[in-house]
């Protein structure tokens, strides 16, 4: 049992990121993994042929998100393991006054065709229950991996990337820079959009940008502040390091890359607290700019925003997203676009739509509370939470979930089984 260094793969020094690439030598992705990766494979080239059993005190990251596809996929074909036991994630506090928090987990593992023994998967309270598979998710389900896909497993809207400015805050304006640049030059008013990302959309703050897109180069040239931002938009890219963004320096009017939709859209944050029982998810309307810190799901229906919202869509959103520290890092590839969402009767549908609007109403009560506000676990509205569980109801029905007898860890268990039937027929 150990407890080897916490470092991630993009905090490593030179020597370490030599270590882990010798040891994973050719592995795909390795330059992804944590550096408790190498312990891992080292321990399990030790056990081979042995009935020896390994615990490792390791970073959760291992456990969530693309890190499961780069680095268990290969420890279950090379050696073919199977883990033993396990502790979800927890803080590790350090005893040093100047060491941050850690998030951690505790997995034991050992060579499968010598152990046959009942897997104990604990929780952040220390109670286990016994399993017959614990999945690299840390999950009491089959190991199957959630491997990254472009487009929707199922026919549903597909979901995007905001649009990213690149632009060294030339375009990016305050609520006092918007006013001062209206006032002094009235012409630019009808360039400024809001401009929203996860913290503006989460906390109801205001930003705005710089929306050139088809504006006239002559009224551009009557507006010295709006030119002069432009100006510091083409110096600021063209002195990048990187040849992608030197070329946009040839327009600098635009944002690097433009994903605006000329529809309403749902907002999906990408970052968003882990104290919350489910991600804050939104419509807005398509003169809003998305940034890329958002998702952003044009056109996306209210049935759809019904069963994102839903217990069911978070609780794989908890067993497969990444994690920065304990909050939540939504993934277009690997969360939404792999989940297996239902086949509704109309009628299930119907009633979606009408739980998923029952939670847009229950907010509309508290017009002066944010999203963060409304979501925090102490402060939730009870209409709001009541709102949430009529949603919750019909959105299991429409998948035949038993309400009263599924728990989260079942609900995720039907959920990969019923991935794996999907991609069997891809």
């Keep these: 049992m150990g407890n080897p260094p916490f470092v991630g793969g993009m905090y490593m020094n030179k020597e370490q990121k030599h270590d882990i690439t010798t040891i994973f030598d050719g592995v795909k992705g390795v330059g992804e993994m944590d550096l408790v990766c ?21 970073t959760n990251s291992i456990c969530q998100g693309q890190q499961v596809i780069t680095f268990w996929k290969y420890m279950f074909s090379r050696y073919d393991i199977c883990i033993d036991f396990a502790y979800n994630t927890f803080v590790w506090n350090s005893e040093s006054n100047d060491q941050a928090k850690v998030h951690c987990v505790i997995v034991g593992f050992s060579i499968h065709e010598n152990n046959n023994c009942k897997r104990k998967l604990f929780d952040s309270n220390n109670h286990f229950k016994l399993c017959e598979n614990i999945s690299p998710y840390l999950t009491d389900s089959p190991t199957i991996f959630i491997e990254s896909r472009s487009t929707p497993i199922c026919n549903v809207s597909h979901i995007r990337f905001g649009s990213m400015p690149r632009d060294g805050g030339g375009f990016v304006l305050s609520e006092e820079e918007r006013a001062d640049l209206i006032k002094k ?18 906390n109801n703050k205001n930003r705005y940008c710089l929306w050139l897109v088809n504006a006239s180069p002559n009224e551009i040239k009557k507006c010295p502040t709006v030119l002069k931002r432009v100006e510091s938009v083409r110096e600021f890219r063209a002195a990048s390091k990187a040849a992608g963004t030197r070329k946009f320096a040839n327009t600098p009017t635009l944002f690097c890359q433009i994903a605006q939709p000329d529809t309403d859209y749902i907002v999906v944050p990408k970052t968003s607290s882990g104290k919350r029982r489910y991600i804050p998810l939104g419509f807005m309307d398509k003169d809003t700019i998305a940034s890329d810190l958002i998702f952003l799901i044009p056109n996306g229906t209210l049935y759809e925003f019904g069963v994102l919202c839903s217990n069911v869509h978070n609780s794989w959103m908890r067993t497969v997203a990444g994690r920065l520290k304990s909050d939540y890092r939504y993934s277009k590839d690997i969360v939404y676009n792999n989940f297996p969402w239902p086949a509704p009767t109309p009628e299930q549908k119907t009633k979606i739509e009408r739980t998923a609007q029952g939670i847009l109403d229950a907010r509309a009560l508290y017009p002066d509370s944010s999203l963060a506000d409304l979501y925090d676990e102490l402060t939730m509205p009870p209409e709001l939470r009541r709102a949430h569980q009529y949603n919750d109801r019909a959105v299991m029905n429409a998948y035949g979930f038993d309400i009263k007898t599924t728990t989260e860890s079942s609900c995720v268990a039907e959920l990969m089984r019923r991935y794996r039937a999907l991609t069997e027929k891809h």
């Design 38 to 58: 190498a312990w891992y494979k080292k321990s399990a080239d030790f056990m081979k042929g042995s009935r020896i059993k390994t615990a490792f005190v390791s």
């Design 185 to 202: 030059e009235p012409l630019s008013e009808k360039w400024i959009k809001r401009y929203i990302g996860a913290n503006e959309f989460l």
